[in-house]
């Protein structure tokens, strides 16, 4: 059997913060979008899959410098709901990409005591892609390293409207006066709730 990708990669120690860093200046939260893998390829002259694959790459890199460098929260926006947009090979070679590393790495994630969750509208993803990312959730959910948030089939839009329909119920029932509504409310209904800002 073959060691992980990820496992393989790493090195026995720690990547050491670089010196030009200041580790109290260091961000609780850091956030990033996962765009221009397609371009990269094709400025490459490579099919745009293999940037998807390099970007795969550069997502397992940035977790685990953060990981390293003690910073507590990494979210990657990694499939957005316009992405559904593309074309159908596309997004069904991103789906089996995100299932297939996804299936490689969890083992990885454990170890690394990583706590993984997905953001969004997992509904309309794949059934053995939503029943992998469960799984994911589910082992990791006691974890007490990194805590990884991978946004999926994710808009603000769409999340703005599920956490406006929450406060709305509340309202609805009576729990809660619409004047008491307030930025920390909204932000109790969103996905990242309980989280630091990045």
């Given amino acids: 059997m073959s060691r992980s990708p990820v496992a393989a990669a790493r090195p026995s120690t720690r990547t050491a913060l670089p010196a030009c860093l200041d580790s109290g200046r260091l961000p609780a939260h850091v956030a990033v979008i996962m765009d221009g893998n397609g371009r990269w390829a094709s400025q490459r002259g490579l099919p745009r899959v293999m940037g998807h694959r390099q970007g795969v790459e550069a997502l397992k890199r940035t977790l685990r410098l953060c990981s390293d460098w003690g910073i507590g929260t990494l979210t990657a926006y990694a499939f957005s709901t316009e992405n559904w947009s593309r074309p159908g090979e596309e997004v069904s070679f991103l789906m089996t990409l995100f299932e297939q590393v996804l299936a490689r790495e969890l083992a990885a994630l454990q170890q690394e005591q990583v706590r993984i969750r997905f953001l969004g509208d997992l509904s309309a993803l794949p059934d053995g892609l939503q029943s992998l990312i469960a799984e994911a959730t589910e082992r990791s959910a006691s974890n007490v390293g ?53």
Avoid: K, M, W
């Fill in 146 to 198: 990194i805590h990884f948030n991978v946004c999926t089939n994710y808009g603000s839009r769409s999340e703005l409207v599920h956490a406006t329909r929450a406060l709305a119920r509340r309202v609805q029932a009576g729990e809660l006066d619409p004047e008491a509504i307030d930025e920390n409310l909204l932000a109790a209904e969103l996905h990242t709730a309980g989280e630091v800002d990045p």
